[in-house]
């Protein structure tokens, strides 16, 4: 079954550079999203990776992959939570997403 | 566009009453999704929609907990009788029909049962 699993929580100071994982297991050719949940503002799409531009080409069964987002030089402002979401044509239940528990990134000043 | 629309923001109310909480979509979006927030669980499905029609309530947890979406451009969700177990915040995103579009996320409901 598709699922996704994602690092819980990540402090780094200003100016570092932040990889949260995303590692996911899908049958059929899954689309991921990044959303960001910044407080009291609504998630917002940071990026998606279709099978046409992702390292899964070619692919139909994926298990334990890692599909990981980077942040150069983070700053206070990028502390925010981070989910990651499983889609794709071939999922059933057609547009329904699985979600990450997501991933809190704290940045300190 | 105005972007999704839920209402109340946040809704403060006694155990035993009904909640009803309220959300437009995007005009054109033919999906609808409604979700939970706790600290606990994390983010979960409750229900989706396409078309207006219910395709799965699976995440619902109990008979206590109804959806509804009578047209293209409203959906609700009741609590009837609400617990405190249900405080938590609940979202409402709609989607343009096809997996490969991301879905647009309200503000969220903010729900406290005391």
């Known amino acids: 079954s598709n699922s996704v699993k994602q690092t819980g929580q990540i402090t780094v100071s200003e100016g570092a550079s932040v990889t949260m994982n995303c590692t996911y297991t899908?049958?059929?050719?899954?689309?991921l999203f990044w959303y960001v949940e910044y407080p009291s503002k609504p998630l917002q799409l940071l990026q998606r990776e279709t099978m046409e531009n992702s390292k899964n080409f070619g692919g139909g069964n994926i298990k334990d992959k890692n599909s990981p987002i980077v942040k150069y030089s983070v700053q206070v402002s990028d502390s925010a939570v981070y989910y990651c979401?499983?889609?794709?044509?071939?999922?059933?239940?057609?547009?329904?997403?699985?979600f990450g528990a997501g991933t809190i990134l704290r940045v300190k000043s | 566009d105005a972007g999704v629309i839920q209402s109340p923001r946040h809704e403060v109310t006694e155990m035993g009453q009904e909640v009803t909480l309220r959300c437009k979509p995007i005009s054109g979006h033919n999906s609808l999704f409604w979700y939970r927030q706790t600290m606990m669980r994390g983010l979960e499905l409750l229900i989706y929609f396409n078309n207006n029609v219910p395709i799965d309530d699976s995440g619902m947890p109990e008979d206590r907990f109804s959806a509804k979406m009578p047209n293209a451009s409203f959906s609700t969700l009741k609590i009837q009788p609400s617990e405190p177990r249900d405080s938590a915040v609940y979202f409402c995103a709609s989607q343009v029909d096809g997996a490969l579009y991301e879905q647009y996320f309200g503000p969220g409901t903010r729900l406290t049962v005391t």
């Open positions: 979401l499983l889609g794709g044509p071939c999922m059933e239940y057609g547009n329904k997403l699985v």
């Open positions: 899908s049958t059929g050719y899954p689309t």
